[in-house]
């Protein structure tokens, strides 16, 4: 419960009166056991990164012995995968709470999650253009790729500009979709 809420409305302005509420818990129970809210946030934030960790692990394996492009492929594929249906879908919307307002947790999940993931696309692009992971361009191939993604999910203009919801029966096109286009865009680049 205190994940959803935390997700919907921001370590800010949730209570730990308001998660004890839609829990049916004793407040003095949340400070017995996390601490206080911060605690429990943290403890939230662990859990969420758990399961981001496992969607990296089975990312790396999809990719595995692979070429660049089906790792590249991979990645989108599964991400798009688990936002699309998965039961988690809080972690998303609390991920993107903590990026445009950061906690003090907030490193935990840059070294713990989003570091790792980036590195795996990185080297994925980097391959596709056969240059080294810390050549400028690579980065700036990446955040293209990311920002497709972050467009589709969690974004309320999408319906308004006529793009369907993300659903499970369209994973496999969308990702298809943006895997080409990326792949495209990487090799234009590296031919420049």
């Not at 758990?50 to 991979?74: D, F, S």
């Not at 993107?96 to 570091?115: A, D, M, Q, Y």
């Not at 496999?172 to 090799?187: P, T």
Request: positive net charge; hydrophobic residues 45%; aromatic residues 6%.
């Amino acid at each position: 419960m205190a994940a959803v809420l935390f997700a919907e409305h921001g370590f800010d302005n949730v209570t730990v009166r308001d998660i004890c509420a839609k829990a049916s818990a004793n407040v003095a129970a949340v400070n017995y056991h996390f601490g206080g809210k911060a605690g429990l946030y943290d403890e939230v934030l662990r859990w969420a990164i758990r399961i981001m960790q496992e969607t990296t692990e089975e990312i790396r394996h999809a990719g595995e012995n692979q070429l660049p492009e089906a790792r590249l492929e991979a990645s989108i594929r599964i991400f798009l995968t688990r936002v699309a249906t998965t039961r988690n879908k809080w972690i998303h919307q609390l991920m993107l709470r903590e990026v445009n307002n950061p906690t003090p947790s907030f490193n935990l999940i840059l070294n713990e999650v989003l570091k790792p993931r980036m590195a795996y696309v990185r080297n994925a692009v980097a391959g596709i253009m056969q240059c080294q992971p810390d050549d400028p361009r690579v980065a700036m191939c990446v955040m293209s790729v990311q920002s497709q993604l972050f467009a589709i999910v969690n974004n309320p203009l999408a319906s308004r500009f006529e793009s369907p919801p993300l659903t499970p029966d369209r994973v496999d096109a969308l990702a298809r979709h943006i895997a080409c286009f990326s792949i495209a865009g990487v090799r234009g680049i590296a031919s420049r």
